[in-house]
């Protein structure tokens, strides 16, 4: 049962503290900006302080329990990060402060570049876009910008595979381009034929998710990327899960000619609920000189007895700025220190066990569970959430039976090639125990539908609160809890 709303806890002429005598001489407020019904709870310090932790207790972090969300990688975030990113000398800088300075942040971005080229192959890095969406919007207008520039005027169409992340059509789009999907063949590659018979001169580029959203390795990416360039393309790596990858393969040797790192994924910052992101490019040689700017750099080399001086540059054939400011300077401060502390084999180590656990859970798995592309698969795997013999459970209901045991569901019916998805992506910080644990869940829910269907479709049943109408939750927010305003379900 939910506790009570701190509406219904409020008692008129309850203190809760009290506010000094004012020393300032009253004035006359205007009457329109005046609202004289204005009901708010009367309570005391306590009963706040619990409303609140209470309401935080509702919620499941990746610091209270398992959080297997495919695609999106909610990974552990260390506490130092939060530690480096309040160093008052990171947090309290200007973005107006004169780049003299600004030198211990301008140094810091321009490792952050050095580490991320070195990761991902690349020549450039412009550390601006303040997501993944924003870098693959980024990424397309670089790769326009580059062929307008050779006065290539023709190609106006982006490929892109069906196993590609949603957002890669929508930044597409709205890039001006036209999208053109190209099918998946049975193994979860890119369709070979599909692709060739679509390379033309119209083609762009090509937008390759590796690994795709059925957490597969693009086993043809040479032959995929060959193809492309051959018709003038060049083509654009989603790079938003490299945390599969790093240390084992660099984009940039395998064709990759411009790609975004998510470092609020790969890289640990807390995310989700919208909060901050930054989505960094790296692109090859011929394309360095359109990134977007201005570029942290070294303008003046050190020597023995001075630093070198760090300095903002605009590239010389730069598409323009695409975020106020510098990005989202905290993100990369969180990211610095990730990577610091990993160093380069620690960063090989992360991408390693999470295939490795990704793996272990497919294999728990895969005797209960239909998994569609069944190859070894990099840091998630995408199942089915249904069964033949359990006509009415759902992936849903899974989702949802799986919060009763503690866990976070995974990401469901994404990716949309695959009926009733569950994609599940543990991560690399997880214990064999706490792997066990969830497939064991897994288990037991399969068991469950079909000896006790209801359970699982009538789930969760431990929660505050029950299955949620989340679309009529997305379209009517209430953001108040007044009695008035607030319906509770019927659960
Ligand atoms: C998360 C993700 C994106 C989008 O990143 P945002 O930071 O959410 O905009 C793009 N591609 C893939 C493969 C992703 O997992």
């Known amino acids: 049962m939910p506790e009570p709303l701190i509406y219904e806890l409020s008692s008129p002429g309850r203190p809760t503290l009290p506010l000094p005598e004012t020393d300032v001489p009253e004035a006359k407020l205007p ?144 890039s001006g381009m036209e999208v053109v999907e190209i099918p998946s063949d049975a193994r979860g590659n890119v369709d070979l034929d599909a692709l060739r018979a679509e390379c ?20 043809n990416v040479l032959e995929v990327t060959k193809l492309i360039h051959d018709c003038g393309g060049l083509v654009y790596g989603d790079g938003a899960n490299m945390n599969a990858l790093m240390g084992v393969v660099r984009p940039g040797d395998i064709g990759i000619d411009v790609l975004h790192y998510n470092l609020h994924k790969t890289f640990s910052t807390p995310h989700g609920g919208g909060g901050p992101g930054s989505g960094p490019v790296g692109v090859v040689d011929r394309l360095v000189d359109f990134l977007p700017g201005p570029v942290a750099e070294v303008v003046e080399e050190g020597d023995d007895d001075l630093p070198p001086l760090y300095g903002l540059v605009m590239p010389e054939k730069s598409i323009g700025r695409v975020k106020a400011f510098m990005g989202h300077f905290g993100v990369m401060v969180r990211a610095y220190t990730y990577m610091r502390i990993l160093g380069k084999d620690g960063l090989r180590q992360a991408s390693d066990l999470a295939v490795l656990n990704a793996n272990y859970l497919r294999a728990r798995l895969g005797d209960c569970y239909h998994v569609p592309y069944d190859r070894i698969c990099m840091h998630e795997f995408v199942a089915e959430g249904r069964w033949e013999d359990a006509p009415d459970v759902r992936a849903l209901d899974i989702a949802k039976r799986l919060m009763d045991f503690g866990f976070h569901p995974p990401t469901n019916y994404f990716p949309l090639i695959v009926h009733e998805a569950l994609m599940i992506e543990p991560t690399e910080t997880e214990s064999k125990q706490m792997l066990d644990a969830f497939a064991d869940a897994m288990l037991k829910i399969r068991e469950e539908a079909l000896s006790n269907p209801e359970i699982l479709t ?18 009517q927010l209430v953001l108040c809890c007044r009695p008035e305003d607030f319906q509770p379900s019927e659960d």
């Open 31 to 174: 009457e329109a900006f005046l609202r004289q019904e204005l009901p708010l709870p009367e309570l005391s310090e306590i009963d706040v302080v619990r409303h609140f932790v209470r309401l935080s207790q509702y919620n499941h972090g990746v610091d209270t329990g398992f959080y297997p969300l495919g695609s999106c990688t909610m990974k552990y975030n260390p506490k130092i990060n939060e530690v480096t990113a309040r160093l008052p000398g990171f947090a309290l800088s200007h973005p107006l402060q004169d780049t003299e300075v600004s030198q211990g942040s301008l140094a810091l971005m321009v490792q952050l570049q050095e580490w991320l080229k070195e990761i991902g192959g690349f020549a450039g890095v412009s550390l601006q876009p303040a997501a993944g969406a924003h870098g693959e919007l980024t990424g397309i207008l670089i790769i326009r910008a580059y062929h307008q520039d050779r006065g290539d005027q023709g190609r106006n169409r982006i490929l892109i595979p069906d196993s590609a992340h949603g957002t890669n059509p929508a930044s597409t789009t709205m």
């Open 200 to 219: 033309n001169e119209c083609v762009a580029g090509l937008m390759l998710t590796n690994p795709n959203t059925l957490g597969l390795f693009e086993e």
């Open 458 to 475: 009538g789930a969760p049943h431990t929660t505050p609160f029950g299955r949620m109408d989340e679309v009529l939750a997305a379209r």
